[in-house]
């Protein structure tokens, strides 16, 4: 057997290893996220547990699980974070302080309203009352920004993501390491509320079956070139 075919043998096995190696790798991926779907689901339908329990918990296990908390929103410590709607437009989700009893503060994410900018969306946000209100929610954990999102700016009041330290600096106050996104928003205001949506994208056996069908192609295209002789003709 000439070099050059053991060379392009050698060249077709690994390719199609290659190719099955990927497809398995999505399958195996495919269980994971069925898996944590189904934790995700579980633990968001539950009751909802005091939100110092909640913190208790390992750190894995706190997050979309429903809590509630009851404390005073802190007056003019209101931010709006840039978001993209369900339905496709540009809004403001609104983020407010909660001091509880014990002194300590968690973010709220009251909800989200429209607004053509910034300036607009800080203009028309709603106020918070005096008086102690109750929250009920899912706790999320701070946000880490993608490759593409934008830089925070506080000193625009320009919020791209959730950086919980530098909003608390903003604040005054310490914040717990959470966020609860409000079934609905604690001061009564009319805003979209329930902004926690547990959807992820599941397409990895999609993806699965395109890379064992390209295994299966390059296979059988490998075999047919290797058939032939270097003249062209099939071998017996």
Not at 67 to 77: K, M, N, Q, W
Not at 105 to 114: H, P, Q
Not at 172 to 184: Q, S
Request: net charge negative; hydrophobic share 45%.
């Amino acid at each position: 057997m000439r070099a050059s075919r053991i060379l392009a043998i050698t060249l077709a096995g690994t390719v199609v290893i290659t190719l099955l190696f990927f497809g398995s790798w999505q399958v195996q991926r495919l269980f994971w996220k069925d898996g944590l779907i189904k934790i995700m689901a579980a633990r968001s339908a539950a009751p909802p547990m005091p939100l110092a329990e909640v913190l208790a918990l390992p750190v894995d296990e706190q997050e979309w699980t429903p809590v509630f908390a009851s404390g005073r929103l802190l007056p003019d410590a209101s931010f709006a974070l840039y978001r993209i709607g369900a339905n496709g437009r540009p809004g403001y989700h609104i983020l407010t302080p909660l001091v509880l009893e014990d002194g300590s503060a968690v973010l709220i994410n009251r909800g989200m309203m429209d607004a053509e900018s910034f300036k607009l969306a800080l203009a028309t946000m709603p106020g918070v009352p005096e008086q102690t209100v109750d929250v009920t929610g899912i706790l999320r954990p701070g946000e880490t920004p993608a490759f593409f999102t934008n830089d925070n700016d506080p000193d625009n009041e320009a919020w791209y993501w959730i950086e919980l330290d530098l909003l608390a600096d903003r604040a005054g106050v310490g914040l717990l390491p959470g966020v609860i996104y409000a079934d609905a928003d604690p001061a009564g205001a009319d805003l979209r509320s329930g902004q926690a949506r547990f959807d992820p994208p599941n397409r990895h056996l999609q993806y699965a079956i395109t890379w064992y069908c390209l295994a299966a192609a390059a296979g059988v295209v490998f075999f047919l070139r290797l058939r032939r002789k270097p003249g062209g003709e099939k071998e017996i």
